[in-house]
Every structure is written in C-alpha cells, then in structure tokens.
C-alpha cells in the first residue's frame, strides 16, 4: 500500500513540474523588439510598370516618433544583381502614436523586377531602434 501512495505522489509531483514548465513556455513574448510590437512591409504590382510599397507597423507604446527612416527601391539589372535606383526620406513619420502605415507609388520600367527595403524606426524618450526590412520581388 505504500508503495502505491509514494508512486501516485511521485506521479503527481511529476505532472505538476510539467505544467508548470509549460505554463512558463507560454509566456514568452512574441513581440518584435522593444519597440516594434507588430511589422509589415510589401510590395503590390499596378501594372504598366508602376507599383506600390507600403509598411503597417505598431509600437509596443506610444512613440515620440514612429515610421520608417527611408524606403529605398531596387531594381534588376541585365546581369542579376539590384541597383538602388530611387530612395524615399520625407513624409514617412507620425510623431505621438503607437501604429503607422505609409503607401508610396513608384513608376519604373514594366517587366522589370524590383523589391523595397523599408527601414522601420521607433523613438521614445530611452531610446530609438531601426528595423531593416525587404519586401518580395516583384514584376513591375
């Protein structure tokens, strides 16, 4: 009989440790960064050679600043690597709020490929973070 109550406590205690391992797992954060609670940037063909870059981001809090920094736009060259060909710097920040979203137009060459590379920024009083993304290759 007592070799039945230790093993059922032993098997208790065990169930108890997993839980409370698993409980542990879950409250790890999926946040972006510090800064970033949620990024999204892309890219969307309109045809005839002109397409669209936009960026959907929230702050984990209010920023003092909070957009992107540039939006630099990549095209294919004949030989397979990309060349900057157009970089965006003004008009792409909200000051005092926890989300931003930006739409630019670009006007390239159609059937020619390009992507974006947006670079997300984030300002508040301790600090500041820039966050490098690209958007997919696209046929313009």
Same mark, same amino acid.
Not at 94 to 114: E, F, L, M, Q
């Given at each position: 009989?007592?070799?039945?109550?230790?093993?059922?406590?032993?098997?208790?205690?065990?169930?108890?440790?997993?839980?409370?391992?698993?409980?542990?797992?879950?409250?790890?954060?999926?946040?972006?960064?510090?800064?970033?609670?949620?990024?999204?940037?892309?890219?969307?063909?309109?045809?005839?050679?002109?397409?669209?870059?936009?960026?959907?981001?929230?702050?984990?809090?209010?920023?003092?600043?909070?957009?992107?920094?540039?939006?630099?736009?990549?095209?294919?060259?004949?030989?397979?690597?990309?060349?900057?060909?157009?970089?965006? +710097? %003004? &008009?792409?920040?909200?000051?005092? !709020?926890?989300?931003? /979203?930006? #739409?630019?137009?670009?006007?390239? +060459? %159609? &059937?020619?490929?390009?992507?974006? !590379?947006?670079?997300? /920024?984030? #300002?508040?009083?301790?600090?500041?973070?820039?966050?490098?993304?690209?958007?997919?290759?696209?046929?313009?």
């Amino acid at each position: 009989m007592r070799t039945k109550v230790t093993r059922l406590l032993s098997l208790l205690l065990a169930c108890m440790l997993l839980f409370s391992m698993l409980s542990s797992v879950g409250a790890v954060s999926n946040r972006a960064s510090d800064y970033f609670s949620y990024t999204d940037v892309w890219a969307t063909p309109q045809g005839n050679g002109k397409f669209i870059v936009e960026f959907d981001i929230n702050a984990t809090h209010t920023m003092q600043v909070l957009g992107a920094d540039k939006i630099y736009i990549w095209e294919q060259q004949s030989d397979g690597s990309y060349d900057n060909v157009r970089t965006y +710097t %003004s &008009g792409l920040t909200d000051t005092n !709020t926890a989300d931003a /979203y930006r #739409k630019i137009t670009y006007y390239g +060459t %159609s &059937g020619v490929k390009y992507y974006a !590379t947006v670079v997300l /920024y984030a #300002k508040d009083s301790s600090g500041s973070e820039k966050i490098y993304s690209d958007t997919r290759v696209i046929t313009a």
